[in-house]
């Protein structure tokens, strides 16, 4: 497929409009203080009243629509040295480091995954700088690889706890690459699992796909002025999460990094490998619930033998911070599970409804007969096409 033609659709919807969804008009919401941050802002994503975009309301963005056709026919040169570079620079004028030469050196580098064997089923995941890779591995080696079905939510609960502890105690925040080494050692695993079975409580959206490369599109935040584009910025979504109540702990701010350093991230992108030949792309989004949420969905899909659609909706739970503050969801939660939860951490907290708080999981799965699936996440409205 041509990039022309994979570029086509979107651009046609950019310029056509789309009908915003109740959901989108809610993340609306939720990020209105960066939506309403500047008239350049306000000109793109709200309405008349100079409020986010309502549900029902028509969405175009045609500057957006004419990027996409130029970059479908000229190809990356286009964000590399083009108009969308020029933007680029412009804003980094106002502060940053981004330079010309940056974007015209840049190369996609290729590496050695983490990987992951569980039972039979191999997992790889992105390296450090990102870190989601490296404490799912530390989480599910503390669950053990034979557990099966018997996986408890309170087991859960204590892996996170523990991992939450192992992460401070290994530096992987402010050393990625040594801290992933400190972290997956063998010294560390091995006196990690005993602490997590008997501890008690007193202690950013992913597109899989096959038949391509991965690919994901990011958030967004600063203007390209007549590009109809925005540049991911996390001084922009740390405001954002201030106002919007739970926080995304990962964030930092942007003069916090030095030149030639990279940003770390929480994004993981992960495949799956199973003896018959099967394969499954998934990732999720949600910062620092990113770890936890593809966690349970390989422990729901692998050791609880869940299909694809079953593993993702199932009630999730995430651990943050020490002492542990523990949140779970309670639709569909078995009550031996609700009370093992609070038996082990009683200041948890149930929420009567699911929520994109426990991150967005979406997956494709490929099995050895060639049969597809694919299943997106009702939290954050996810779509799953099979076709």
């Excluded at 991965?214 to 967004?220: L, T």
């Excluded at 002025?225 to 910025?233: A, K, S, Y």
């Excluded at 009630?315 to 542990?324: D, F, G, N």
Aim: net charge positive; glycine share 14%.
């Amino acid at each position: 497929m041509s990039l022309a033609d994979l570029a086509a659709p979107a651009a046609q919807a950019a310029r056509d409009g789309v009908v915003v969804t109740e959901f989108q008009a809610s993340l609306g919401r939720i990020i209105a203080p960066i939506l309403e941050a500047t008239p350049a802002a306000r000109a793109l994503f709200c309405g008349a009243d100079g409020k986010p975009l309502a549900a029902g309301d028509i969405y175009r963005n045609p500057e957006f629509a004419d990027v996409l056709e130029v970059f479908g026919h000229e190809g990356a040169r286009f964000v590399a040295e083009g108009e969308v570079a020029a933007g680029l620079l412009a804003l980094a004028e106002q502060g940053g480091h981004l330079t010309g030469d940056d974007l015209k050196s840049y190369r996609p580098e290729w590496r050695r995954p983490v990987e992951i064997t569980r039972g039979r089923v191999r997992l790889a995941a992105n390296l450090p700088p990102a870190l989601g890779g490296v404490l799912v591995a530390f989480e599910l080696e503390l669950l053990g690889a034979d557990l099966g079905a018997g996986v408890g939510a309170a087991d859960l609960a204590r892996a996170f706890e523990a991992k939450t502890r192992a992460r401070i105690e290994t530096g992987l925040r402010q050393d990625p690459e040594g801290g992933a080494l400190r972290l997956l050692s063998p010294e560390l695993i091995g006196r990690y699992p005993q602490r997590a079975a008997g501890a008690g409580g007193s202690d950013p959206r992913h597109h899989s796909y096959f038949g391509g490369r991965w690919r994901r599109a990011g958030g967004g935040a600063d203007h390209l002025q007549r590009r109809g584009q925005w540049r991911r910025n996390r001084r922009h979504r740390h405001h954002a999460q201030q106002h919007a109540g739970r926080g995304r702990s990962d964030a930092r701010r942007l003069d916090s990094w030095g030149p030639d350093t990279r940003l770390s991230s929480m994004m993981t992108p992960m495949a799956v490998t199973w003896p018959d030949g099967g394969v499954a792309m998934l990732g999720s989004g949600g910062s620092n619930r990113i770890r936890t949420a593809l966690a349970q969905v390989l422990v729901n899909r692998i050791d609880r033998g869940m299909g694809l659609a079953d593993a993702v909706a199932a009630p999730r739970l995430h651990v943050e911070a020490s002492p542990p503050a523990v949140d779970f969801e309670l639709p569909a939660l078995a009550e031996a599970d609700r009370a093992a939860i609070l038996d082990a951490f009683p200041e948890a907290r149930g929420w009567p409804n699911r929520s994109m708080f426990f991150g967005g999981v979406h997956a494709v799965t490929r099995d050895g007969r060639g049969n597809v699936q694919a299943a997106g996440d009702p939290r954050r409205s996810g779509v799953g096409i099979v076709g």
